[in-house]
C-alpha cells in the first residue's frame, strides 16, 4: 500500500521560504504521480503541482506558477515543494498525495493515497 509522508511546514513572514518534503514508500517515484495540494481554512482543496513518474514532467497552478518549484531525489522516493515568495494567501494544510497514473494531474479525484497534511502558515 502506498503511504505518503509531508513535513517541513511551519510558520513564515510573507515573502519568506519553506521547503515541504514528502517521503514516499514502498514504490519507486518512477512509477507514480505525485502531487502537491492545499487546503485553506473554509475553502476547497486545491492543486498546487505536480510530477509525472515516468519522465518527472512538472505542473503548476497559476497562482503558484514563478514561486513553487516541485522536484524528487529518487535515491531518497522524496518530491519536494520548494515555496519561494511566500503571501498569506498561502496558508494551508498542504497535502500530498500519489497513485501509479500515466499522467500527473491537478485533479484530487485521480489520486488514492494521501499524506497526513502539514500546516504552512505566512503572517504579512
Known amino acids: 500500500q502506498l503511504q505518503l509522508v509531508e513535513s517541513g511546514g511551519g510558520t513564515v513572514h510573507s515573502g519568506g521560504s519553506l521547503r515541504l518534503a514528502c517521503k514516499v514508500t514502498p514504490y519507486s517515484l518512477g512509477h507514480l504521480a505525485v502531487a502537491w495540494f492545499r487546503q485553506a481554512p473554509g475553502k476547497e482543496r486545491e492543486g498546487v503541482s505536480c510530477i509525472r513518474g515516468s519522465d518527472g514532467r512538472t505542473t503548476y497552478a497559476d497562482s503558484v506558477k514563478g514561486r513553487f518549484t516541485i522536484s524528487r531525489d529518487n535515491a531518497k522516493n522524496t518530491v519536494y515543494l520548494q515555496m519561494d515568495s511566500l503571501e498569506p494567501a498561502d496558508t494551508a494544510v498542504y497535502y500530498c498525495?500519489?497513485?501509479?497514473?500515466?499522467?500527473?494531474?491537478?485533479?484530487?479525484?485521480?489520486?488514492?493515497?494521501w499524506g497526513q497534511g502539514t500546516q504552512v502558515t505566512v503572517s504579512s
Open positions: 498525495a500519489g497513485d501509479s497514473i500515466t499522467i500527473a494531474t491537478l485533479s484530487e479525484n485521480d489520486y488514492n493515497s
